[in-house]
């Protein structure tokens, strides 16, 4: 009987300890990975767009579009300024990812160990799981806010290039169309995973 209490206030302190596992570290992991890929191609854009080049833009190359279907200056302003808005969302997105990894790391040296994803170090580290979702989620919802203004700037670079929306040309539609249908649905699923975890 006394073993079988033991036993049932372990399970109970167990489970009442806020813990992490090594797939945070991995979900950790794969954040700072893409958003470093995306955050390496908004810097290379905003390093080589010159949207005052006049071969920056086709439309001049096309006898099909008049002068009012060039893309205005705003366009071009709102090109950098969405892109440098990506810039900036995924870039917080992986410092507090990368802050949260390294407070989890610490807290295994103090204490215990973290596993690395490939069934090394399996011991589990006591942390706070309210912060753990709250930094989680932060670092979600900064993705998100990037990838929205990532794709609000191919809108306004796919303008230049090939024409603004309001002239309805053929392949300003055929490349802003899959910008506007795949990366809403993509985020609509993610964010609705990201709560399921963040409410579980």
Same mark, same amino acid.
């Given at each position: 009987?006394?073993? =079988?209490?033991?036993?049932?206030?372990?399970?109970?302190?167990?489970?009442?300890?806020?813990?992490?596992?090594? =797939?945070?570290?991995?979900?950790?992991?794969?954040?700072?990975?893409? %958003?470093?890929?995306?955050?390496?191609?908004?810097?290379?854009? =905003?390093?080589? *767009?010159?949207?005052?080049?006049? %071969?920056?833009?086709?439309?001049? %190359?096309? %006898?099909?579009? #008049?002068?009012? +279907?060039?893309?205005?200056?705003?366009?071009?302003? #709102?090109?950098?300024?969405?892109?440098?808005?990506?810039? #900036?969302?995924?870039?917080?997105? #992986?410092?507090?990812?990368?802050?949260?990894?390294?407070? =989890?790391?610490?807290?295994?040296?103090?204490?215990?160990?973290?596993?690395?994803?490939?069934?090394?170090?399996?011991?589990?580290?006591? @942390?706070? /799981?309210?912060?753990?979702?709250?930094?989680?989620?932060?670092?979600?919802?900064?993705?998100? !806010?990037? !990838?929205?203004?990532?794709? $609000?700037?191919?809108?306004?670079? @796919?303008?230049?290039?090939?024409? @603004?929306?309001? !002239?309805?040309?053929?392949? /300003?539609? /055929?490349? +802003?169309?899959? $910008?506007?249908?795949?990366?809403?649905? *993509?985020?609509?699923?993610?964010?609705?995973?990201?709560?399921?975890?963040?409410?579980?």
């Amino acid at each position: 009987m006394s073993d =079988i209490r033991n036993d049932n206030k372990q399970s109970s302190s167990s489970s009442s300890s806020p813990t992490t596992t090594p =797939i945070h570290i991995m979900a950790l992991d794969g954040i700072v990975n893409v %958003n470093s890929l995306f955050t390496m191609a908004l810097f290379l854009g =905003i390093v080589n *767009a010159d949207p005052t080049d006049p %071969n920056y833009t086709l439309v001049h %190359n096309s %006898n099909t579009h #008049s002068s009012s +279907c060039l893309a205005r200056s705003q366009v071009a302003e #709102s090109l950098i300024v969405f892109h440098v808005y990506s810039f #900036s969302s995924f870039l917080f997105s #992986s410092l507090v990812a990368l802050a949260l990894k390294q407070a =989890i790391k610490f807290t295994a040296t103090n204490g215990g160990d973290v596993g690395d994803g490939r069934g090394r170090g399996l011991a589990v580290v006591h @942390v706070n /799981t309210v912060l753990l979702r709250l930094a989680i989620f932060a670092c979600a919802g900064g993705s998100v !806010c990037g !990838c929205v203004f990532l794709m $609000l700037a191919l809108v306004n670079l @796919v303008q230049i290039k090939l024409g @603004v929306l309001a !002239c309805r040309g053929f392949y /300003t539609l /055929t490349a +802003c169309i899959p $910008l506007f249908v795949l990366i809403p649905v *993509a985020l609509v699923f993610y964010v609705c995973i990201v709560l399921h975890a963040f409410t579980a």
